[in-house]
Every structure is written in structure tokens, then in C-alpha cells.
């Protein structure tokens, strides 16, 4: 049994990118561990890279899938992989050569259930910004600390959450896995691995924090976060309502925020991108109708205004009451 499996699901990804995410695999200090390469779907040209790093590395272990999506890519690999320990990696980021060592020897010393690190996020221009969790490393996170980084699944509020809430950045003890076979829902279009770790925080036993910027995510504009989705915003904030009833209770005003900024996501994803075929005014009555609804308005009843722009607190008041003048506003704004 290897000690670590590493799960990247590879679809629909720069050649260049996915050399060198490889390349920071075969870098990696721990050699006793498996790189499953799940393609999802045809590509003969990442099909034949994906090979040609199993010929030169023998940890790379290549598997090739019908299109299903991340989610069902992901829980293809974690099905495939013999690992102690559970891990991902994206096919467009990379990561530091000592990250899986060090986080390996922190989860055996503690014992620890799950393992995280830091990010940093990288833009187009090489510019690196990054914040750690914590000044040094945490063998085993206290109950406020565990309170608080619960709360980020929902809303983050800062950087230094952000890798503790990402699918990537983290080692998962098989056997915890295997107990309650965590899997990803293949039925949402975002918030899939908030929702899978935060059911893995509520059952987990340890989590152990390693202080070390391990992953380095890419924010490339062709991303998924960035392409068009025909769904609109019911497809994006159905994550909201996997969370369980008594985590919403407690963090209404989290969950109000958050259903704000996916209508603001839908706005640049959906209603006004340039490759939604329908006119105008069809996208326009097709959102207001969506913001009218009761599930909507009751989740900007709970938003918290306090420290919002005057522009956002007038939208949100107007929202709460099912006008959505601000809304066409700002659709004639981008459209004149």
C-alpha cells in the first residue's frame, strides 16, 4: 500500500500546465506514493501525455473514464487509489517538492484524520499572494479553532481560510474515508468541496495544520469558475442547502451573504455572458423571476449590511422586498 494517493482529474487542460504540475509530482520527496491521472473523457493529446508520464515516472498510474465532471472524476480516483493516506491536486497547479513528506510524517505523528496546508494563488503575471493559517504548525486544531474554520465554508472571510476549505491542500486518512465513504455530489455546479469537507470536519477526530505554502493554485480566466453556466443561480446556490439545518440556524447571516455573492457570480457566469444565446430581456425576466422567489428573499433578509457599500445595502433592501430595479440598472449599464 502506497502511503499517499494523489488524485488529479484531468480534463480540458493546457498541455504546458499539465507538464508542469507532473513535473511537481515527480519532484516530490516522498516516493513512496501513486499519482492517479483520472482523464474524464476523450483526449487523445492528454491521453498521450498522461502515458508518457507513466512511462518516465511508474507512480503515475493513468485511468480514462466516460465525461462525468469533476465530482464524479474525483470519486472515480478515490474508488481507483490504495493510498493510506487520500489526496488532490488539480491538473493546472502545482506543488512544493517536500509538501507530502512533511505532511505524511505530521498525520502519522498525531494520527491525525486530516492534514492541512497552506496556498498560494498565482496570477497570470506570476504574482504570488499567500497567508498562512497559522505562524506554526497545529497538531491538532482546539474546538474554537475548529468553530471558526467551519464558519469559512460557508463565507471566507480571509485568505488564510482558503486552502482549509479547498479540495486541494489536504491529506485524508483512508481508513476515515473508507468509514464513512465521504464522496463528492456530482449534482452541484460549485461549492462541491465545501460541502465534501465540511462533512468531513464534522466526523473527523484530528485535523492536524502543516505550516507550509504546499500548493500553488493557478487563477487562470478559462477556469470552470470562470465559464459560462447555463443553470444560472438555482444551479449555483444549490450547495447552500446541503449544509445541514442546525449549521444554517446558527449562521444566517453567513448564508446570506454567500447567496449574495452567487447572485453576483450568475451575473458575470450566466445572465451577462457573452455566451448566453438568449436576448436581453429574456436573461433579465429569467433573473428576476429567480430573486423573486421566497428562497432568495428570505436568504437577503439575513444578510448583514452593517459594512456594505450604500450601493449594496440599497440593492439588498430592494432585494428583500422582490424589486429588482437595481438589477436592470446595471444589465442597461453593461449593455449600452
Not at 496546508?117 to 497545529?138: F, I, R
Not at 477556469?223 to 444560472?232: D, E, K
Not at 440556524?249 to 445572465?271: K, P, Q
Request: with cysteine; charged share 25%; aromatic share 14%.
Amino acid at each position: 500500500m502506497p502511503q499517499v494517493s494523489i488524485i488529479v482529474p484531468v480534463y480540458n487542460v493546457e498541455v504546458g500546465y499539465l507538464k508542469e504540475m507532473a513535473s511537481s509530482l515527480s519532484s516530490q520527496t516522498l516516493t513512496d506514493a501513486e499519482f492517479l491521472l483520472v482523464l474524464d473523457g476523450d483526449n487523445d493529446v492528454l491521453e498521450q501525455q498522461c502515458q508518457e508520464f507513466s512511462r518516465q515516472d511508474k507512480r503515475f498510474v493513468v485511468f480514462k473514464k466516460e465525461h462525468g465532471g469533476v465530482s464524479d472524476t474525483r470519486n472515480f480516483g478515490m474508488m481507483h487509489s490504495q493510498g493510506e493516506y487520500l489526496s488532490f491536486v488539480d491538473a493546472d497547479d502545482w506543488i512544493s517538492p517536500d509538501v507530502y513528506s512533511n505532511a505524511y510524517r505530521l498525520a502519522k505523528e498525531n494520527d491525525s484524520d486530516i492534514v492541512f496546508w497552506d496556498m498560494a494563488k498565482v496570477s497570470p503575471d506570476g504574482t504570488e499572494k499567500k497567508e498562512a493559517y497559522e505562524k506554526q504548525t497545529v497538531a491538532a486544531l482546539s474546538d474554537e479553532q475548529r468553530t471558526e474554520l467551519m464558519k469559512q465554508f460557508i463565507w471566507v472571510r480571509h485568505l488564510k481560510y482558503g486552502a482549509a476549505i479547498s479540495v486541494c491542500c489536504k491529506l485524508i486518512k483512508r481508513e476515515f474515508w473508507a468509514k464513512y465513504q465521504f464522496l463528492f455530489d456530482k449534482n452541484l455546479a460549485i461549492g462541491e468541496d465545501r460541502i465534501f469537507f465540511y462533512s468531513m470536519m464534522q466526523k473527523a477526530g484530528t485535523v492536524s495544520y502543516l505550516n507550509e505554502c504546499g500548493y500553488f493554485y493557478r487563477q487562470d480566466p478559462s477556469s470552470a469558475t470562470h465559464r459560462y453556466q447555463a443553470g444560472g443561480l438555482p444551479y449555483l446556490i444549490r450547495y447552500l442547502n446541503a449544509f445541514d439545518r442546525d449549521f444554517f440556524a446558527a449562521n444566517r447571516a453567513l448564508f446570506g451573504r454567500e447567496a449574495y455573492r452567487l447572485l453576483t457570480v450568475s451575473w458575470g457566469l450566466t445572465y451577462m455572458n457573452d455566451q448566453n444565446p438568449d436576448s436581453y430581456w429574456t436573461r433579465m425576466k429569467r433573473l428576476s423571476g429567480e430573486v423573486r422567489k421566497d428562497y432568495f428573499r428570505e436568504y437577503m433578509r439575513k444578510v448583514e449590511c452593517a459594512r456594505l457599500s450604500l450601493w449594496k445595502k440599497i440593492e439588498i433592501a430592494l432585494l428583500r422586498h422582490g424589486i429588482t430595479l437595481t438589477l436592470w440598472i446595471r444589465g442597461l449599464a453593461k449593455n449600452c
